[in-house]
């Protein structure tokens, strides 16, 4: 699986923007997908995923209320739209596949995704 992010760049504290990752190479539409993000010097952590229908979703407590993440399944694709952005959002976004077949959760360890994209940078700053 191949997976090609895009969306990122720079915005103000308080803005949006939405990130897509299209999936290429193999069918992904029983896997679960999701995003993580890494900041300077930090861990890659856990920021939203779905499961392989759109039905199940999970986010991570700081992105919680402020982030959706959607899937379409006729296009491969995994969104991410992000609202009310704070600095601290200010990360590599990667975007990633999880071959949780038909499944109702959604893993949010980093090791339970198999397949990763390049990554897209988003800075939050005024």
């Known amino acids: 699986v191949q997976l090609q992010a895009s969306g990122g760049g720079m915005v103000q504290p308080g803005g949006s923007l939405t990130l897509s990752c299209t999936a290429s190479g193999r069918t992904v539409s029983s896997s679960t997908m999701g995003w993580f993000r890494q900041a300077p010097g930090k861990g890659r952590e856990f920021v939203a995923g779905v499961n392989w229908n759109g039905g199940s979703t999970w986010y991570g407590t700081s992105v919680e209320g402020r982030f959706t993440i959607s899937r379409d399944n006729a296009k491969s694709t995994v969104s991410l739209r992000m609202g009310s952005l704070k600095p601290e959002d200010t990360a590599v976004y990667y975007c990633?596949?999880?071959?949780?077949?038909?499944?109702?959760?959604?893993?949010?360890?980093?090791?339970?995704?198999?397949?990763w994209g390049q990554g897209t940078l988003v800075t939050v700053s005024s």
């Open positions: 990633a596949v999880a071959d949780w077949l038909y499944r109702d959760g959604v893993p949010i360890q980093r090791n339970e995704y198999e397949f």
